[in-house]
């Protein structure tokens, strides 16, 4: 077993923690904005270093290979360096960085690879800039069409497309990753699972399916000062009295069910004004597709009408549980026990890259604790130990499969 080096690994999140630093020690590092440009820029540098092939797709993608002895497709390891607003510097990039301080173990130890390594960087896995998330995996998993995503428009205007060509990082489509024989991605929590229960290391099997609803409520604007409350066609109560029952009635259906109210928008939001219209969002989450049906039913179940205001849900979007490779995960959780890291197997909540490769590459994750659950903020932590005990499990992952693989092994899509 080879150990990775925790300080090196430190240096290098730091490093990377200053494309796009914020005061409060967070990150601003959107989609191919100049702070995503300079990251990419030293991610190919130190690719570079290590001896390994770059090449982009057109999508923005960037692939680095360290060759191996066999012409046979690559181990891929990866994630994204772009972030949400004032987000963290662990969310994304952490699965980057300890891919490359994989690799710099490699090449310390002087360890011949029969079968080659990728680090992949997706473009746009947030989608804080662009929508939708997971734009470019997304697009080479055919999960979304190339063209639409290209036109997707920024809040200042500019397409997807012409920050691309701006970049300096848009490349050929033959480029794009095809065939591999593995994806791993490792990616801080994101939530409090693994902190709450004093454990190291998760073992993701997969990703919660969920959909998302906008339900519309429509009454009548009026004065506030001069309508009588009996006389009132008022969406906003209505809106209150839906929220109050879908929390009850969802959250009879299953405990590990979680449902998010986010979005709002009321018309015309104007303090004297009775509203005429409530719009606002449910996105719900479980992995198994009976108790998303229930949702679904009770949601489309809602009345129509209710104190002179009409109600209608529509739903938005919706995706199925994705679920892991079994065989890598086997892998990650015997990677753990080697290194007497605990372990424990579970679903992420949160959306991946690893979600739509799935769909054309044998896929896992590794998932480290994150300090009180907190991500997407500039207080998200991770402990530079948790960290360095992640990539300690990449390449141990990894270096198993090197071995499998040169044996003839294979896994294939289920």
């Not at 240096?11 to 959107?30: D, K, P, Y």
């Not at 904005?33 to 991610?43: G, I, K, Q, T």
């Not at 839906?242 to 969802?250: G, K, N, R, T, V």
């Not at 209710?306 to 990677?335: M, Q």
Request: net charge negative; glycine share 8%.
């Amino acid at each position: 077993m080879y150990k990775c080096n925790s300080r090196r690994l430190q240096e290098l999140i730091e490093q990377f923690s200053q494309f796009g630093a914020t005061e409060n020690g967070g990150v601003t590092r959107l989609s191919l904005s100049n702070e995503d440009v300079l990251a990419r820029n030293y991610f190919c540098e130190c690719c570079e270093e290590l001896g390994m092939d770059i090449k982009v797709d057109d999508m923005g993608n960037i692939y680095a290979v360290l060759p191996g002895k066999k012409d046979v497709p690559p181990i891929v390891m990866g994630s994204h360096l772009d972030s949400v607003e004032k987000g963290g510097k662990f969310d994304g990039v952490l699965g980057v960085l300890t891919a490359i301080e994989a690799i710099r173990t490699l090449k310390e130890n002087e360890i011949e690879l029969d079968i080659p390594i990728m680090i992949v960087n997706f473009t746009n896995e947030e989608g804080a800039r662009f929508d939708p998330a997971m734009m470019s995996s997304g697009v080479i998993s055919a999960k979304f069409e190339k063209e639409k995503m290209l036109q997707s428009i920024d809040k200042n205007g500019t397409s997807f497309k012409e920050a691309l060509q701006a970049s300096g990082y848009e490349g050929d489509q033959e480029n794009r990753l095809k065939e591999a024989l593995a994806y791993i991605e490792l990616h801080i929590e994101q939530g409090p699972v693994l902190e709450a229960k004093q454990l190291e290391i998760g073992v993701v099997e997969g990703v919660l399916g969920m959909v998302c609803y906008e339900i519309t409520v429509t009454g009548q604007s009026n004065h506030a000062g001069t309508t009588p409350m009996t006389m009132r066609q008022d969406p906003m109560i209505v809106t209150s009295k839906i929220i109050s029952y879908l929390h009850e009635e969802l959250g009879k259906i299953d405990e590990q069910l979680v449902f998010t109210f986010g979005r709002m928008n009321v018309s015309p939001n104007i303090h004297t004004v009775i509203p005429n219209n409530v719009t606002f969002t449910i996105d719900s989450r479980h992995q198994k597709p009976e108790i998303m049906q229930k949702v679904e039913d009770i949601l489309n179940n809602l009345p129509t009408e209710d104190k002179g205001c009409s109600i209608k849900p529509v739903k938005l979007w919706g995706r199925d549980t994705v679920y892991f490779d079994t065989h890598i995960c086997n892998e990650v959780e015997r990677a753990c026990q080697s290194f007497g890291y605990t372990a424990h197997r579970m679903f992420s909540g949160a959306g991946h890259d690893a979600q739509y490769i799935a769909g054309i590459v044998p896929s896992a994750m590794i998932f480290v604790p994150s300090i009180n659950g907190k991500s997407h903020c500039e207080e998200e932590e991770t402990t530079f130990e948790d960290c360095a005990k992640g990539a300690d499990v990449l390449l141990e992952t990894v270096l198993t499969l090197q071995t499998k693989f040169s044996m003839g092994e294979t896994y294939t899509l289920h």
